[in-house]
């Protein structure tokens, strides 16, 4: 865990201050390269000009005129009983949703009453860069969607209508432990102009017959996972926040020890480029990944976020189709990290900086309390195109300072009310799943092969089960990325996973807890630990760079009662 400039950044040219950062950085160290010229385009002028060429936004972007927005919450249409016949839904209700049970036949551990929300998906327009209006899909018409809050063991039954003209849509709650019906299965359709009822039971897996508490979810989001289309529905707008809150963590935020609302702020993070007539760009033959040249912060273009001198909580989400982040504050100051994707740490732990892919969440507070006037959130990961950041997982390039992508505008006079969290603050218990309990080891290589993607040299094939797991039992996968250059962030869904090892060693400082998302550098190679609790599938697990998923680096794994098994045609379909 230690700075070291890398040879990247000796060698290149340009006048750029790039450094290289190992496991979690120690922000705000600067070193100039030796050879640094003031004449030149530094690495970040340079790479706009390969990059963006004719794909650069062609408006004037302000910046940091706009304030931050946060979405609105999601408001059930009604609580206890069904304002709708669920049976009458064109593409159906999970069966979970009548029987309320699980593998086994055991009871899901529900313990409120169900809320039911109508959704609907449709085209609208978001004012993103100001005076400019960008055509886009919603849920609810709004980029980004509504924000759900819902409790643990509180069922929602989301009522999804697809009014897009054309688009299949298929919508999954990432990070949700949720029936195969109502996962965002690539192909179990909204098909234009249809209904789906999800059911999100909201509940954690049994564990030894009582609820796992320590996988109980905090941060999640919704986004459309449509076969093939995923990376054009994420640029027109199809993701939003979806919290949940169990006993544990009303009572941290009643005792004062977490920031509550307002001063606890969900921000997705995208980048975007636009057209001249203010459309988003996007080439769908563009399979590397795709990158914009504007960040865009819940929906507005390099917003200002005014605060008060105290502690804020900020639930950062990567929602970029390819781009990777690491975010620093332009103090250097650390963020007191709460969490890491949909869940919080045992304790709070310090990050100078947050490495997150697409898809990954940072749940972290920070304290303003001593801040200047202005704080500015920066990316400092330096990277040119679809294949990733440059350099590998631990050794990174990175230029300080970055690209400052959101303002704090910090006012009046150090609050004593504040939040009492800080480093070491015990937050919840977590047991490490045990390394003995694993009785199948499955590998996956991820390869760039054949113009696409593949993994273990297969295409994604959406009616082969390449896993089934037994259900109920613990699994060590070995994650490989053999193709030089790429990066691919690999997601899995239904559970979480530990990642015991990562390139030989302990995950970085932020990833020892539960993730959903494991990032795989070039030749890196992971080993992770996942049970496969309380639903049969098929779900998938895949590259969360959108254009990589729908190029078909994805796999299908059904947890069955028969397994483990390998290759077996997937028999419960839910279209
Ligand atoms: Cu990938």
């Known amino acids: 865990m230690r700075d070291k400039l890398s040879r990247r950044s000796l060698i290149a040219s340009g006048a750029g201050v790039a450094i290289s950062l190992g496991g979690f950085a120690a922000a705000g160290r600067r070193r100039k390269r030796s050879k640094a010229s003031g004449t030149k385009k530094s690495r970040r002028q340079r790479n706009r000009d390969i990059k963006f060429g004719d794909k650069g936004t062609p408006l004037p972007v302000g910046r940091f005129v706009q304030p931050l927005v946060v979405p609105p919450v999601k408001k059930p249409l009604s609580v206890g009983s069904p304002p709708f016949d669920v049976s009458a839904s064109e593409h159906g209700i999970a069966p979970e949703y009548f029987t309320r049970r699980g593998q086994d036949n055991i009871p899901l551990p529900l313990h409120f009453p169900d809320k039911y929300y109508q959704l609907q998906i449709r085209k609208g327009f978001a004012e993103i860069i100001r005076g400019v209006q960008t055509p886009i899909v919603g849920y609810d018409g709004r980029y980004p969607g509504p924000t759900f809050k819902t409790r643990l063991g509180?069922?929602?039954?989301?009522?999804?209508?697809?009014?897009?003209?054309?688009?299949?849509?298929?919508?999954?709650?990432?990070?949700?432990?949720?029936?195969?019906?109502?996962?965002?299965?690539?192909?179990?359709?909204?098909l234009p102009g249809n209904t789906r009822d999800y059911f999100y039971p909201n509940c954690v897996p049994l564990l030894n017959g009582v609820e796992d508490l320590s996988t109980s979810p905090s941060t999640l989001w919704y986004h459309d996972h449509a076969m093939d289309i995923a990376a054009e529905t994420n640029i027109l707008g199809l993701s939003g926040f979806y919290l949940v809150y169990d006993q544990l963590e009303l009572d941290l935020i009643a005792r004062n020890v977490l920031p509550q609302e307002p001063l606890d702020l969900p921000v997705v993070i995208q980048d975007r480029s636009f057209n001249s007539d203010g459309s988003f760009f996007f080439d769908p033959l563009d399979h590397n990944g795709s990158l914009g040249d504007i960040y865009v912060l819940n929906g507005?273009?390099?917003?200002?976020?005014?605060?008060?001198?105290?502690?804020?909580?900020?639930?950062?989400?990567?929602?970029?189709?390819?781009?990777?982040?690491?975010?620093?504050?332009?103090?250097?100051?650390?963020?007191?990290?709460?969490?890491?994707?949909?869940?919080?740490?045992?304790?709070?732990?310090?990050?100078?900086?947050?490495?997150?892919?697409?898809?990954?969440?940072?749940?972290?507070?920070?304290?303003?309390?001593?801040?200047?006037?202005?704080?500015?959130?920066?990316?400092?990961?330096?990277?040119?195109?679809?294949?990733?950041?440059?350099?590998?997982?631990?050794?990174?390039?990175?230029?300080?300072?970055?690209?400052?992508?959101?303002?704090?505008?910090?006012?009046?006079?150090?609050?004593?009310?504040?939040?009492?969290?800080?480093?070491?603050?015990?937050?919840?218990?977590?047991?490490?799943?045990?390394?003995?309990?694993?009785?199948?080891?499955?590998?996956?290589?991820?390869?760039?092969?054949?113009?696409?993607?593949?993994?273990?040299?297969?295409?994604?094939?959406?009616?082969l089960a390449n896993a089934c797991p037994r259900?109920?039992?613990?699994?060590?996968?070995?994650?490989?990325?053999?193709?030089?250059?790429?990066?691919?962030?690999?997601?899995?869904?239904?559970?979480?996973?530990?990642?015991?090892?990562?390139?030989?060693r302990r995950p970085m400082i932020g990833e020892r807890c539960l993730v959903d998302t494991t990032m795989l550098g070039p030749n890196s190679e992971a080993e992770i630990l996942v049970r496969f609790r309380t639903f049969e599938g098929p779900f998938v697990f895949h590259c969360h760079t959108l254009e990589h998923e729908d190029m078909r680096m994805m796999f299908v794994v059904d947890p069955r009662r028969d397994g483990p098994l390998t290759n077996q045609t997937i028999d419960r379909t839910f279209f």
């Open 154 to 190: 509180e069922p929602a039954i989301v009522r999804t209508q697809n009014q897009h003209p054309y688009f299949p849509l298929s919508t999954h709650l990432h990070g949700g432990h949720t029936p195969a019906h109502s996962d965002g299965f690539p192909n179990f359709y909204i």
């Open 300 to 463: 507005k273009a390099f917003p200002v976020c005014k605060v008060k001198r105290g502690k804020y909580r900020f639930r950062f989400l990567n929602g970029c189709n390819a781009r990777h982040l690491e975010l620093r504050l332009s103090t250097s100051q650390p963020f007191i990290g709460v969490g890491t994707d949909g869940h919080m740490y045992d304790r709070a732990t310090l990050r100078n900086t947050l490495l997150m892919s697409p898809a990954k969440r940072a749940d972290v507070v920070i304290d303003f309390s001593d801040a200047p006037d202005e704080v500015y959130l920066e990316n400092i990961l330096v990277q040119e195109d679809g294949r990733g950041p440059k350099g590998k997982l631990f050794d990174r390039d990175v230029e300080v300072p970055g690209e400052k992508i959101l303002k704090f505008s910090v006012e009046g006079r150090a609050d004593r009310r504040s939040a009492t969290i800080q480093d070491g603050t015990p937050l919840r218990p977590f047991t490490p799943i045990d390394p003995s309990e694993v009785t199948t080891t499955r590998q996956f290589d991820f390869e760039r092969r054949k113009g696409a993607w593949q993994i273990n040299h297969q295409f994604f094939d959406e009616n």
């Open 471 to 504: 259900l109920g039992s613990t699994e060590k996968w070995i994650l490989k990325n053999g193709s030089g250059g790429w990066w691919h962030p690999i997601h899995v869904h239904l559970e979480s996973h530990q990642i015991q090892s990562i390139d030989g």
